[in-house]
């Protein structure tokens, strides 16, 4: 069975600087789509940034950017230039491409984001 | 631009009362899903569905019951509420398989109290 770990309960930025989040995930598949949610105080879960396996390119979105390393295991979230918004539960999560799984999405247990003004 | 609609919102109940909190997608997905979510543990799987007629157990299932007659509707039903199922719910459909390039989108999420 898949998993994915994340192992920062709680992440603190000033504001514009840069701030990374780590992620880890196991699973013996060679083709999926790893994923970056925001979810804000107001609960709404937001997709922040996508990766297909098979892409060797690290997918950015504006000041949002990952580091996928696949040999790995690891999915790192860059947050450059951070603002107040920023500030939220972020989860990583993990969801098969062919099918494993039923195609469920397995989610970290999070990482809270504050930003410091 | 309706996505996913969840009802209701907020929800207190006392141990032992049964409800349903309603899901509903506009976007034709074949897979539907709930996760609850609770403080240090993320969002954990309780039932899901790949189409209507079917559904099967996440991670969490006791204490649920889902059924999918249609391909717009999955409703999440609490037998006989407890405490320990104090939580946020969440809904969440996508296409099937490669489609759409794998995104769920997810409801506004329910807050349920049990006392």
């Known amino acids: 069975a898949q998993t994915v770990t994340q192992s920062q309960p709680e992440m603190s930025v000033q504001e514009a600087e840069t701030v990374t989040l780590s992620c880890t995930y196991d699973t013996s598949e060679s083709d999926y789509y790893l994923f970056w949610y925001k979810q804000p105080p107001s609960r709404q879960m937001i997709l922040v940034i996508r990766?297909?396996?098979?892409?060797?390119q690290n997918a950015t979105e504006n000041r949002f950017s990952v580091n996928f390393q696949k040999a790995a295991k690891s999915f790192s979230l860059k947050i450059s230039d951070s603002q107040l918004g920023d500030a939220a539960m972020y989860f990583c999560?993990?969801?098969?491409?062919?099918?494993?799984?039923?195609?469920?999405?397995?989610f970290g247990k999070g990482t809270k984001l504050s930003v410091k003004p | 631009n309706a996505g996913v609609t969840q009802t209701p919102k907020f929800q207190v109940l006392k141990t032992g009362q049964s409800m349903t909190l309603q899901c509903a997608q506009d976007m034709n997905h074949e897979y539907m899903s709930w996760y609850r979510q609770d403080p240090g543990m993320g969002l954990r799987l309780i039932h899901y569905s790949v189409g209507a007629g079917i559904t099967d157990q996440g991670e969490v299932p006791n204490g649920y019951n889902v059924s999918r007659s249609t391909t717009e509707d999955f409703p999440l039903r609490l037998l006989s509420a407890a405490p320990s199922q104090t939580s946020v719910y969440f809904c969440a459909s996508g296409r099937k398989g490669t489609g759409a390039n794998g995104e769920l989108f997810f409801g506004e999420g329910s807050r349920l109290t049990v006392l």
């Open positions: 999560a993990y969801r098969s491409r062919n099918g494993g799984s039923q195609g469920n999405l397995i």
């Open positions: 990766q297909e396996a098979y892409k060797q």
